[in-house]
């Protein structure tokens, strides 16, 4: 008797085992294919979101650099502050390397940035989608460095969205307004 009952405690240990490894391994299996799914969604996302820098004039350099943008993706492009702006520039006896924050509001300070002036190629004001950057519309971007640029081919700015969208834009300043 007292056979019977350790083998039937050793055979109740060994299921229990088998079944916390299969469970485990299930739910391992549901963790892998969600992350699959949503690296597959942000990748599709990535593939459709594209940005253009537009070439015109350039604010003379300074402290102030303005360019303007387009949305030449397929997909919609929002939450302007989790975008990211990186300006790297020659001022007078170093080169900097900033990375800049977002304002909604008014002018940009010092080290900030600020997207306005959302329109259509054709100049016309944003026809849905206040507050985005649709396909096929432009913005004006206005960075406020920390300290200002002078002429030197080693100045750009690097914006890159949230959706994967990422643009360079050089500024040089050789071409004014």
């Known amino acids: 008797m007292p056979n019977l ?5 050793t055979i109740a240990t060994l299921m229990a085992g088998v079944l916390t490894f299969t469970i485990t391994a299930i739910r391992g299996s549901e963790s892998n294919a969600e992350a699959y799914v949503t690296a ?3 990748r599709g996302q990535i593939d459709r979101s594209s940005l253009r820098y537009v070439p015109g004039c350039v604010v003379p350099l300074g402290e102030t650099i303005t360019a303007t943008i ?3 993706g397929q997909s919609t492009l929002r939450d302007f502050g989790d975008w990211d ?3 790297h520039y020659q001022s007078s006896g170093s080169v ?3 990375w800049m924050s977002y304002t909604a509001t008014g ?3 010092s080290g900030e940035w600020t997207l306005s002036n959302i329109r259509l190629v054709n100049g016309r004001s944003e ?7 649709d396909p096929g519309e432009r913005a004006t971007v206005a960075v406020e ?6 002429a030197s081919d080693l100045n750009k700015l690097t914006i890159s969205t949230r959706e994967g969208a990422v643009v360079e834009i050089p500024f040089v300043g050789t071409t004014t307004c």
Not at 127 to 133: I, K, P, T, V
Not at 145 to 150: K, S
């Open 107 to 109: 002018p940009a300070a």
């Open 5 to 9: 009952v350790l083998g039937l405690i």
């Open 127 to 133: 026809a849905f989608g206040s507050g985005e950057l």
């Open 85 to 87: 702006v990186l300006a």
């Open 70 to 72: 387009e949305n030449d």
């Open 40 to 42: 597959s969604e942000t």
């Open 145 to 150: 460095l920390p300290a200002g640029a002078i």
């Open 96 to 98: 900097s390397a900033d």
